[in-house]
């Protein structure tokens, strides 16, 4: 096994289906992978993501829909015939084994020969950083470690494709912040076209290239970390990535309104079916006395109103804005010693900036 990028093959998902009677675990999922991009799935518990992970790999059939790797129809195959690694979430290491014959273990099936056995196992224990390690037994081990230890057996052999199903929630925060990069850094060694799935946002926005994310079965909205975080097309996108508070908005001959206010919005938007929002990112919006709300420059909204609560959370403050139209919005600011000399207390009139390349408007719905 060595440390270079492997030719990775493109994984394409058309209308994919899952139903257990009248449940409808998958519905009509369709998206392409790139070759060597990893692509995580996220989404709340229910959502489908794992579902569609195992169809993936083979333990579960589809009701419905294709699989192709590399143009290969692989609905049929067995998962043993797929040549897919597999992270899973308890790891599903052997505890009668030392990690070396854990590691070893999907190339003894494969029937390598010990020679390459040896070789192919010392490297990939080296890759994840736990050379030396062959000779203990899985109880000696950190979460951390067998969290490495299954990573490298999914590698050993080289596969297609790997993926990994909640690969990190099985460590604490600074240890699975840690594993992020490290996932991160060794996938872009290898170049292996990787799926993973997670219902933490961080954790994609970290990891991934693209984005998938899932409600009640189907693909709410696919794009990179980047473009669904300050582009979301629905509500429940903006609050599953990241922190948002909204605005309820009204179409009128002028543009778009937040009571009689006009917003200077990012984007054109057209009046659309159903409620449109203004959603808000407590990082964007900006501070300023009360007397900065005389009103709306070219390029910015301003916002009157009072703040509620102060709640000191260490790198930030959070402020909650009670907006003079009846709305409650969230404001962040950086915990630096120049915004602590003029920081606002409860009870406080401020006034809310936020800038027209913040401005973003979603679907209330989807």
């Given at each position: 096994?060595?440390?270079?990028?492997?030719s990775?093959l493109?994984?394409?998902?058309?209308?994919?289906?899952k139903?257990?009677?009248?449940?409808?675990?998958?519905?009509?999922?369709?998206?392409?992978?790139?070759?060597?991009?990893?692509?995580?799935?996220?989404g709340?518990?229910?959502?489908?993501?794992?579902?569609?992970?195992?169809?993936?790999a083979?333990?579960?059939?589809?009701?419905r829909?294709?699989?192709?790797?590399?143009?290969q129809?692989?609905?049929?195959?067995?998962?043993?015939?797929?040549?897919?690694?597999?992270?899973?979430?308890?790891?599903?290491?052997?505890?009668?084994m030392?990690?070396g014959?854990?590691?070893?273990?999907?190339?003894r099936?494969?029937?390598?020969?010990?020679?390459?056995?040896?070789?192919?196992?010392?490297?990939?224990?080296?890759?994840?950083?736990?050379?030396?390690?062959g000779?203990?037994?899985?109880n000696?081990?950190?979460?951390?470690?067998?969290?490495?230890?299954?990573?490298?057996?999914?590698i050993?052999?080289?596969?297609?494709?790997?993926?990994?199903?909640?690969?990190?929630?099985a460590?604490?925060?600074h240890?699975?912040?840690?594993?992020?990069?490290?996932?991160?850094?060794?996938?872009?060694r290898?170049?292996?076209?990787?799926?993973?799935?997670?219902?933490?946002?961080?954790?994609?926005?970290?990891?991934?290239?693209?984005?998938a994310?899932?409600?009640?079965?189907?693909?709410?909205?696919?794009?990179?970390?980047?473009?669904?975080y300050?582009?979301?097309?629905?509500?429940?996108?903006?609050?599953?990535?990241?922190?948002?508070?909204?605005?309820?908005?009204?179409?009128?001959?002028?543009?778009?309104?937040?009571?009689?206010?006009?917003?200077h919005?990012?984007?054109?938007?057209?009046?659309?079916?159903?409620?449109?929002?203004?959603?808000?990112?407590p990082?964007?919006?900006?501070?300023?006395?009360?007397?900065?709300?005389?009103?709306?420059?070219?390029?910015?909204?301003?916002?009157?109103?009072?703040v509620?609560?102060?709640v000191?959370?260490?790198?930030?403050?959070?402020?909650e804005?009670?907006?003079?139209?009846?709305?409650?919005?969230?404001?962040?600011?950086?915990?630096r010693?120049?915004?602590?000399?003029q920081?606002?207390?409860?009870?406080?009139?401020?006034?809310?900036?936020?800038?027209r390349?913040?401005?973003?408007?979603?679907?209330?719905?989807g």
């Amino acid at each position: 096994m060595t440390e270079r990028k492997t030719s990775a093959l493109p994984v394409q998902v058309q209308m994919l289906s899952k139903h257990f009677g009248n449940v409808r675990a998958v519905e009509d999922v369709s998206f392409d992978i790139r070759p060597g991009e990893l692509l995580t799935l996220l989404g709340p518990s229910g959502s489908g993501k794992t579902t569609l992970l195992m169809m993936i790999a083979g333990f579960s059939r589809p009701t419905r829909g294709s699989i192709r790797i590399a143009d290969q129809e692989i609905v049929h195959l067995p998962p043993h015939k797929r040549n897919i690694g597999m992270v899973f979430q308890n790891y599903a290491l052997f505890p009668h084994m030392t990690v070396g014959e854990n590691v070893a273990y999907p190339l003894r099936l494969r029937k390598f020969a010990r020679s390459e056995i040896e070789d192919r196992t010392r490297k990939a224990l080296d890759m994840v950083q736990l050379g030396g390690y062959g000779a203990r037994r899985i109880n000696e081990l950190s979460g951390g470690q067998r969290q490495r230890i299954a990573l490298a057996r999914a590698i050993v052999f080289e596969p297609r494709i790997l993926l990994m199903d909640e690969p990190l929630s099985a460590l604490d925060k600074h240890l699975r912040e840690t594993m992020q990069i490290e996932i991160r850094q060794l996938h872009d060694r290898l170049g292996m076209t990787t799926i993973s799935v997670t219902h933490d946002q961080r954790e994609a926005l970290t990891m991934s290239d693209r984005i998938a994310v899932f409600s009640n079965g189907r693909l709410a909205q696919i794009g990179t970390p980047t473009e669904l975080y300050e582009k979301p097309e629905s509500r429940f996108i903006a609050e599953f990535i990241g922190e948002s508070t909204f605005l309820p908005l009204r179409h009128t001959p002028e543009g778009a309104a937040y009571g009689e206010q006009v917003i200077h919005l990012a984007d054109d938007v057209k009046q659309a079916a159903g409620e449109t929002l203004l959603m808000l990112r407590p990082e964007r919006l900006r501070l300023v006395p009360a007397d900065g709300a005389t009103g709306a420059g070219g390029d910015t909204n301003v916002f009157a109103g009072q703040v509620n609560t102060v709640v000191f959370q260490g790198e930030s403050l959070l402020f909650e804005v009670m907006l003079d139209g009846g709305h409650k919005v969230s404001v962040r600011m950086a915990n630096r010693s120049e915004n602590l000399r003029q920081l606002p207390q409860a009870g406080d009139r401020v006034a809310l900036k936020l800038e027209r390349a913040d401005a973003r408007v979603v679907r209330a719905e989807g």
